[in-house]
């Protein structure tokens, strides 16, 4: 062992003493080829011959193996003697400590257990919601039945503000629309014909004599301060609800969310509601404009993101729509649908991650689920806001609606499904899938069964052929579209909030209980179809609706179940 360390001293020696007489020779022969500034090319030519010379002596390849085996060896000795004593070492210790080794193993699980738990995303829970509902002594007010909505297209009187500027009255003075008089004397804003149009559309819609309209609408006044006061009014009173009912102050929430699609002023509504109940300056606000009768799950996901980027937070949602100028008023069929169908409401939500909230809360957001098909022209206009030929503006539902709701709906089920069905159905679908695209085999293609995924249903109110459609499609009973039904006829469609007033009637009726699962499912314009799921916990068992008691729940909505196309 001490010969080599020798023999490597005595080889290195030599090379210093070599190198450094070689370095000496080297600057000789600068002073010997020492010229002037103009022959300094030779110089260098000098120095760079001295180092190849010195390396093409030297160190040679058989010099350079032998150097490297003898370093190699060195290594490999030293080394092999260091690792058998720490490894003896190792499990002398390994065998006199196993215990240690065991707590350690357990301190590391338990490390990487807290880490999971602290960097995981927060789960969003649904501390409570409540709704609109008009004052029992002020609720004549609002009320359209059937006689008032038929004396109200009759009396309404055709005004200019009702048309695009620069439409020219004499076109329509020629076609003959404006023949009718009101029994004022003065140009009616419907023919008879459309009136008897929208009266059949609202026989047949499913919508009850129970809903309302703004105030503002029956004294003929669609401006924009009728259009705040109704605003007002449903954003108002659906959060005097929900902070009376979870006993929360304004500046408890971090995280405001208006979604309204057809009415949105400057300052926004989320502002209205921020200059109304003195909200903190640090409350991140948004206002969702255009989403149509889906944003209500479009809302539901933007706060969930927020949520978890952002914990021991509480988000209030707003959900309604506004009624008072976007009343159309002209003579096109595909617009006048809309009168019939959709009618004043609004939802307060209150979300939460904060951990002192748990043991209150309803509900715990499982997923959610957005289907954009606007990429698609026939989509893109399904449900389209335009002026008609008279200049009138309103919202125009296309033929092709039915068409592309559908696939939007058969979209979002197929992303939803593989996040919420049990595996047993999974599989189902999977060998439906194989049979018919590797086998060849005819058929249609096996559609799973939602309802073992989800106990309770709510189904967006967008008229009943809707309900029919997904009653059909999912292979659902009469009670289990009870809620949708029962939503339509008594408040009609509320847009996007119709979803949380399908959510009371369920609780209404005491049929939540925890653990079961709740689906909520929204269509809008765009054409969009949104999904999300609730799982219920204990705290949703209780019912806390006194407020809903002016029109009972428990009348079953037996004539629009009955009512006939």
């Excluded at 309770?456 to 659902?476: P, Q, Y």
């Amino acid at each position: 062992a001490n010969l080599v360390p020798r023999a490597v001293q005595k080889v290195s020696t030599m090379l210093r003493t070599q190198s450094e007489k070689e370095l000496s020779e080297g600057s000789l022969i600068l002073k010997r080829h020492k010229r002037p500034s103009s022959d300094l090319d030779a110089i260098d030519l000098s120095v760079e011959q001295s180092l190849p010379d010195f390396a093409s002596q030297h160190v040679t390849p058989a010099s350079a193996l032998v150097l490297f085996a003898v370093f190699n060896a060195i290594f490999y000795a030293e080394r092999r003697a260091f690792f058998r004593h720490e490894l003896e070492a190792f499990f002398s210790n390994l065998r006199l400590e196993g215990f240690l080794v065991f707590q350690l193993t357990l301190l590391a699980a338990f490390a990487a257990l807290l880490y999971w738990y602290f960097t995981r995303p927060s789960a969003v829970y649904l501390l409570d919601y409540d709704l609109w509902q008009p004052k029992r002594e002020e609720e004549g007010k609002y009320i359209c039945s059937r006689e008032r909505l038929k004396a109200f297209l009759e009396n309404t009187r055709e005004t200019t503000a009702m048309r695009a500027p620069g439409f020219d009255r004499t076109k329509m003075a020629e076609s003959g629309l404006n023949k009718r008089l009101t029994p004022d004397g003065e140009p009616a804003a419907y023919t008879q014909e459309s009136i008897d149009f929208q009266m059949r559309i609202f026989e047949r819609n499913g919508v009850g004599d129970s809903g309302y309209f703004p105030e503002m609408l029956w004294a003929q006044s669609p401006n924009m301060a009728g259009a705040r006061h109704e605003a007002e009014t449903v954003m108002f009173g659906a959060i005097d609800n929900v902070l009376l009912k979870t006993k929360l102050t304004p500046k408890d929430f971090d995280i405001l969310i208006v979604n309204c699609s057809l009415f949105n002023p400057t300052p926004s509504l989320a502002t209205m509601i921020v200059n109304k109940y003195g909200m903190k300056s640090s409350i991140r606000s948004f206002n969702l404009s255009g989403m149509g009768c889906g944003a209500a799950p479009i809302a539901v996901d933007l706060a969930r993101d927020l949520l978890q980027s952002h914990p021991e937070k509480r988000a209030l949602l707003i959900s309604t729509e506004n009624i008072t100028q976007n009343f159309y008023f002209g003579q096109d069929r595909g617009m006048l649908i809309s009168n019939t169908l959709f009618r004043m409401g609004c939802s307060a939500v209150v979300l939460t991650n904060k951990r002192s909230d748990f043991w209150r809360c309803k509900y715990r957001l499982l997923h959610t689920v957005r289907t954009h098909l606007g990429s698609r022209p026939e989509a893109y206009r399904a449900v389209f806001e335009e002026e008609d030929s008279e200049g009138i503006r309103g919202v125009r539902l296309s033929k092709e609606l039915g068409k592309v709701a559908g696939e939007a709906i058969r979209k979002n089920l197929q992303s939803l499904g593989p996040k919420a069905l049990p595996v047993s159905e999974k599989l189902r679908y999977a060998w439906s899938m194989f049979c018919r695209r590797v086998l060849g085999v005819k058929g249609p293609a096996y559609v799973p069964n939602f309802k073992k995924a989800f106990q309770h249903f709510c189904i967006h109110t967008g008229g009943r052929g809707v309900i029919d459609k997904m009653e059909n499609t999912l292979s659902l009973t009469p009670d289990e579209v009870e809620p949708s039904r029962a939503t339509l006829y008594r408040w009609g469609n509320t847009s996007s909030s119709s979803v949380w007033y399908e959510l009371a009637f369920i609780e209404k009726k005491g049929r939540i209980r925890a653990g079961q699962r709740v689906w909520q499912i929204g269509f809008g314009s765009g054409f969009k179809c949104n999904s999300a799921v609730w799982e219920a916990l204990p705290a949703a068992e209780r019912i806390g609706f006194p407020h809903l008691d002016t029109q009972p729940w428990d009348e079953r909505p037996q004539s629009a179940n009955s009512t006939k196309a």
